[in-house]
């Protein structure tokens, strides 16, 4: 049986350490239940995909620190060329692809790839060469310890279950409050 988004990122906040977590999406919606760090910092932009690019930047621009980007496998979809970047540029960077096979917030309509489509074998061919994929609940509590050590490049690739009729969630909190918590916690002069 596959895995909830929720039980799919409750195993990621168990495993998160100190890492910056950016969410997208779905898991803007869910993520917030889960933690309340300032480390956190939901983006929901006008764009979907560009959760990797923003987190390639804070990882590079804090490598021991480490990000993990909860990216929708829609919005991976539309910026497959993240991987690329990411593989000619390493960085302390997780990519972890939420697959329920739809763009669920825009309707729920079924994305080109559902059911076929391998993210972990088409980061593997970017260039990554530290990828996973997990399709149960199960094998997700036993792989996620390995596939969250040390540091990125890495992408993780989740099945999960769909959350039909989901609108676009709204972020904890108005950008400009999310950056100035980051940006303290971070030790980041503003």
């Avoid at 729920?108 to 593997?124: C, E, K, N, R």
Wanted: aromatic residues 4%.
């Amino acid at each position: 049986m596959s895995m909830t988004q929720r039980e799919a990122l409750e195993v990621v906040a168990r495993h998160r350490g100190e890492r910056i977590v950016v969410t997208t999406m779905s898991s803007v919606g869910i993520w917030p239940q889960l933690s309340q760090s300032p480390l956190d910092f939901a983006y929901i932009p006008s764009a979907m995909g560009h959760g990797p690019s923003l987190g390639m930047g804070l990882a590079l621009a804090q490598p021991e620190r480490g990000v993990i980007v909860l990216n929708g496998d829609g919005c991976a979809l539309m910026s497959l060329g993240n991987l690329v970047t990411l593989a000619h540029q390493p960085a302390n960077l997780f990519v972890i692809v939420l697959d329920n096979g739809h763009y669920e917030v825009t309707g729920g309509q079924p994305h080109a790839g559902t059911g076929h489509v391998d993210f972990a074998a088409i980061a593997q061919g970017a260039g990554i060469a530290r990828t996973y994929t997990f399709a149960t609940l199960a094998d997700w509590q036993m792989g996620a310890a390995e596939a969250l050590a040390g540091t990125g490049p890495a992408v993780i690739h989740l099945k999960v279950q769909a959350l039909m009729g989901q609108k676009t969630p709204k972020p904890p909190r108005s950008m400009a409050e999310q950056i100035s918590r980051l940006r303290a916690a971070l030790g980041v002069p503003t």
